[in-house]
């Protein structure tokens, strides 16, 4: 049974397949492949892209979803196995997977990770001990990895390049108040990697750096996909030529799970924020943003409504991307 947890189990070709078949329901929205079928969406965690465009996508296919959202409207889950459950959780993942097994076909799960231990937050055990229990295939809606975010960003690019092979993909870090979650940028390296795209991680300094299985991985995608990696603390350096500037905000692995301290280093950073002069720098590059976005503290006014900005296609390419997702998972095809 194939789920989709992260873009690292799919090759380069098979996810190409998808972005074809997101492409053909983007012009033909309206479907009856999913009829009297069904997905359940558990939420650990905020959403507005990510739960609308599942709920329409799975709507649009002729099908149901359920959202549930443990702790809330929804009995709180341990995901640990073997432990004593004298916390909060009611129920353990495996009574959770098995029965939402029984009632629907598809089952996706958003689980921020906790930020206190990096060391094992890196192993995303939360989605896999899911996808472990589940008897449907399992859909991350962003766990350590984002990888339907992953496709959408793909889909947007190469509707505006066609081929993106050889374009100058720029990871920037961003400024924002506090340390967020690494998933989007772990997830933009591997995608943009796997098409083989020439990509720039750029960081503030070396706390910055993401998890080396990322960035291991993405060195690994350039050398067999025919693009490269590099990594620069350097602004200037990162946006000269750039073809894409992907801007995302992340927490300083090293000060994992401890804000006060990593606030030392993360203050001396606003100057990282996307404004019109960095994106002057570039070669007419176009510029985006999973969102949220707080403005002009990542990116500025003038950047977020520039004609370059493609948040808006990319969020929208979320709808089009999960639907070819959940059909491929269900052996549908066009
Ligand atoms: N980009 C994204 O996943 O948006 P939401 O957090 O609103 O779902």
Redesign the pocket.
Known sequence: MRHFLSTADWSAQQLDELLNLASRLKQEPLQEQLRGKSIALMFMN??????TSFELGMHQLGGHAIVLQPGKDAWGVEFKTGTVMDGDAEEHIAEVAGVLSRYCDLIALRAFPLFKDWSTDRDDAVIRSLAKHASVPVVNM?TIV?PC?ELALMLTLKERFGEVRKKKFVLSWTWHPRPLNTAVANSALLIASKFGMDVTLLCPEEAYRLDPQFESAAMGYAAASGGSYYMTHNIDEAYAGADVVYAKSWGALPFYGKPDQEWELRKNYRHFMVDEDKMSKTDNALFSH???LRRNVKATDAVMDADYCVALDEAENRLHVQKAVMMNLLGKKL
Not at 46 to 51: A, F, G, M, N, V
């Open positions: 905020p959403s507005l892209r990510t739960r962003e984002h975010q999973c969102l949220p």
